[in-house]
T-cell receptor
Framework: KQEVTQIPAALSVPEGENLVLNCSFT??????LQWFRQDPGKGLTSLLL?????REQTSGRLNASLDKSSGRSTLYIAASQPGDSATYLC????????????FGAGTRLAVHP | GAVVSQHPSWVICKSGTSVKIECRSL??????MFWYRQFPKQSLMLMAT?????????EQGVEKDKFLINHASLTLSTLTVTSAHPEDSSFYIC???????????FGPGTRLTVL
């Protein structure tokens, strides 16, 4: 069964810290992996998309890596700000069902001033 | 950028009534749209895959007769929750896969509350 797991479930940090969110997946035949941000009661904002042939993607203070052999992806947030407070979801699609996104449960991040 | 809209953004209905939710791709064509459900403090669970002009494919455990999906055009899919009950109260999110970019774009979600 293809599963996506995220740890930690919740994280609270002071402003300015660099932090890492973890995502693991059970099937190495991954097609791509995406990181999303979700604010309370809102839809999803796509942050980064990593294709299976790539090892990382960067956008501003965000960097996401993908290691297929270990079944892991990390989202690195540099110099965190209170505005980064949200739930971060990772979702993977796998070969043979590449249309279907399987989501992790998310990490609820709180950055306090 | 690619935009997906959902209507309504929220709806409150009485138990036993049916509710229709629309999902539209505003500036691109989507042969495939997806419907997700999200319960409070939980992640998104795929309910069904909607293909333009054909029957939807439902995930295990999702009742196709309760959650009717229609994908009549390349820019519109609808989800109808029939005979809604309080346990159907949830956040419903759609996504649309762009033909040109092969990327899924998500709608803003619809909050359904069944009294």
């Amino acid at each position: 069964k293809q599963e996506v797991t995220q740890i930690p479930a919740a994280l609270s940090v002071p402003e300015g810290e660099n932090l890492v969110l973890n995502c693991s997946f059970t099937d190495s035949a991954i097609y791509n992996l995406q990181w999303f941000r979700q604010d309370p009661g809102k839809g999803l904002t796509s942050l980064l998309l990593i294709q299976s042939s790539q090892r990382e993607q960067t956008s501003g203070r965000l960097n996401a890596s993908l290691d297929k052999s270990s079944g892991r992806s990390t989202l690195y947030i540099a110099a965190s700000q209170p505005g980064d407070s949200a739930t971060y979801l990772c979702a993977a699609s796998f070969s043979g069902g590449y249309n279907k996104l399987i989501f992790g449960a998310g990490t609820r991040l709180a950055v306090h001033p | 950028g690619a935009v997906v809209s959902q209507h309504p953004s929220w709806v409150i209905c009485k138990s036993g009534t049916s509710v229709k939710i629309e999902c539209r791709s505003l500036d691109f064509q989507a042969t495939t749209m997806f419907w997700y459900r999200q319960f409070p403090k939980q992640s998104l669970m795929l309910m069904a895959t909607s293909n333009e002009g054909s029957k939807a494919t439902y995930e295990q455990g999702v009742e196709k007769d309760k959650f009717l999906i229609n994908h009549a055009s390349l820019t519109l899919s609808t989800l109808t929750v029939t005979s809604a009950h309080p346990e159907d109260s949830s956040f419903y999110i759609c996504s649309a896969r762009s033909l040109s970019t092969d990327t899924q774009y998500f709608g803003p979600g619809t909050r359904l509350t069944v009294l």
